[in-house]
Nanobody
Framework: QVQLVESGGGLVQAGGSLRLSCAAS????????MGWFRQAPGKEREFVAS????????YYGDSAKGRFAISRDNAKNTVSLQMNTLKPEDTAIYYC?????????????WGQGTQVTVSS
């Protein structure tokens, strides 16, 4: 089982940028697909982005396309989410996840989350 710890959340004005990072423990990080999800108050968890184990394939939810970019560094056991042109509706807790598939249902391990707040 992989342990995940997110960082990089915070308060930012609309139009600004944030970069989230997720540090994973374990020697098998490079075998996992990784993803980012978010959950806003009163809403269901939403798929944001995922990346294959090698980093060669990336997928984005509709809300992230064109604004967010997912990347990973298998040598450092990290996955990142660069978020640009942030909007108030991006406000949520962002979760890092690990799994065997890049599809939203393929994730089994979750971090504790990091809060992102975008002010208008």
């Amino acid at each position: 089982q992989v342990q995940l710890v997110e960082s990089g959340g915070g308060l930012v004005q609309a139009g600004g940028s944030l970069r989230l990072s997720c540090a994973a423990s374990g020697r098998t990080f490079s075998s996992y697909a990784m993803g980012w999800f978010r959950q806003a108050p009163g809403k269901e968890r939403e798929f944001v982005a995922s990346i294959s184990s090698s980093g060669g394939n990336k997928y984005y939810g509709d809300s992230a396309k064109g604004r967010f970019a997912i990347s990973r560094d298998n040598a450092k056991n990290t996955v990142s989410l660069q978020m640009n042109t942030l909007k108030p509706e991006d406000t949520a807790i962002y979760y890092c996840a690990a799994g065997v598939l890049t599809t939203p249902s393929g994730f089994r391990s979750w971090g504790q989350g990091t809060q992102v707040t975008v002010s208008s």
